[in-house]
C-alpha cells in the first residue's frame, strides 16, 4: 500500500481527557543534536516556551482584532471563529459541532452528563460529533478575556488525508466519546497562527486558507487522538454511523423516535447501536434527542417573546406539563423562571 503518509498515534491516555481534564504535561518537542549541545534541557525547553508564548500572544492580539465584543464572530474565513468573553458566565447550554477550539487565554469547561471537561493554555478542546453541552468560561477579566479559536473539523478533509495515506490500520479503530481536551502541540500552533493571519490579508484567504485548514486537519489526525478523529470519516465505522444517526436525529427533532428504528439504519442490533450510541454521546438515543429538544427550546424562548407552551411545540413536545418537568430538571427552574433569571444576569 506503501509508505503512510500520517505517523501512527499511540492510543491516547484514558486520564488524559478523563472526566474531570486539567491542564496536561505539555508534550516535550523533537530537538536536533546541536541544540542539545548546545543548551541543557532546561534551556531547551525555556526557548520553546517562549516561542510558543510569542505564538500565543500573537493569537490573543488577532482574536482581539477580530473580534467586536463578547461573542462568537464568524470570519472572512469559512469554519474559523473568534470567541471572546470579558466576563466569567453561568453554564450555558448549546450543541457543539464537530470542532477543535484552541484556547489563548482564560479557561473553560464543558459538561456532557456527569463528565467534566476543564481546559486552559495550551490545551484544546475537540468535539467529534454534535453534542449538547453546558458550557461556562470560568477564568476572564476585562484585561485578560477568554480567548479560543473555533475550527470547523470537516469529515470530508479527514477521509482525504486518510485515503492518502494508505493506512488501512486506521478502520481498527474503537469507538471513543466524542470529546476530548488535549495539548496543543508547536507545529498545530503555528500551522494555527498562520490561519489566523489570513485574516490581515484577505485577498490570500481563498488560495491559502484550504490548504491551511487541511494542515491543521493532518496535525490533528497525526496526535494524540488522531485514531478517534479518523473514526468519523471512515465508512462504515461504529463512530460515522453513529454521527450519521445523530445528523438524522437533529434533522427530525420534532418527530417521535423510535431506536429499534435507529438501530436498523446504522445496520446495528438494538443492545449493539444503544452501546456504541452512549460509547460516543455518555447518553441514550432517547436521553440524547430530550436534550437536544430542551437546548433548542431554551434557545428559542431566549431569542424571542416566546411562551413556554409554544417553545414545547416547536421542538416536538405534546404537552406542555411534560416539557415544563423536564425543562426544570435540566435547568434548575421551570421555562419562564429560568429565562427572566438569565435575562437578568445578562
Known sequence: MGESLLPRAASPDAESSGVLA???????????AAWRRRYGRSEMNA????????????????????????????????????IRLSVPNMQLPAVYSPSLCVIVQ????????????RYAPPQFLAVSVDLPLLGQVIEASTQRPYLCLQIEIDPRRIGELIA????????????????????????????????????????????????M?????????????????????????????????????????????????LAALANMSPSSFHQHFKAVTAMSPLQYQKRLRLTEARQILLSGDVDAASAAYRVGYESASQFSREYARMFGAPPMRDIAGIRGAL
Open 164 to 211: 492518502q495515506s494508505g493506512d488501512a490500520n486506521w478502520s481498527q479503530g474503537e469507538t471513543t466519546r466524542g470529546l476530548f481536551v488535549g495539548a496543543v502541540d508547536s507545529a498545530t500552533l503555528e500551522a494555527v497562527l498562520r490561519l489566523t493571519r489570513l485574516l490581515q490579508t484577505p485577498k490570500d484567504i481563498p488560495m491559502l486558507a484550504p490548504m
Open 47 to 82: 526557548e520553546i516556551n517562549t516561542v510558543e508564548d510569542r505564538q500565543r500572544l500573537e493569537l490573543a492580539a488577532l482574536i482581539e482584532k477580530f473580534s467586536s465584543g463578547d461573542g462568537i464572530h464568524a470570519t472572512a474565513i469559512d469554519g474559523l471563529r473568534c
Open 213 to 261: 485548514l487541511r494542515e491543521i486537519h493532518y496535525r490533528l489526525l497525526s496526535g494524540e487522538y488522531g485514531p478517534s478523529i479518523a473514526q468519523i470519516a471512515i465508512a462504515g465505522s461504529s463512530t460515522q454511523k453513529i454521527g450519521q444517526i445523530i445528523r438524522r436525529i437533529k434533522a427530525n427533532l420534532m418527530q417521535p423516535m423510535r431506536v429499534d428504528e
Open 106 to 117: 482564560g479557561s473553560k469547561q464543558v459538561l456532557l452528563e456527569d463528565e467534566i471537561y
Open 22 to 32: 486539567y491542564s496536561s504535561r505539555f508534550p516535550e518537542q523533537p530537538l536536533n
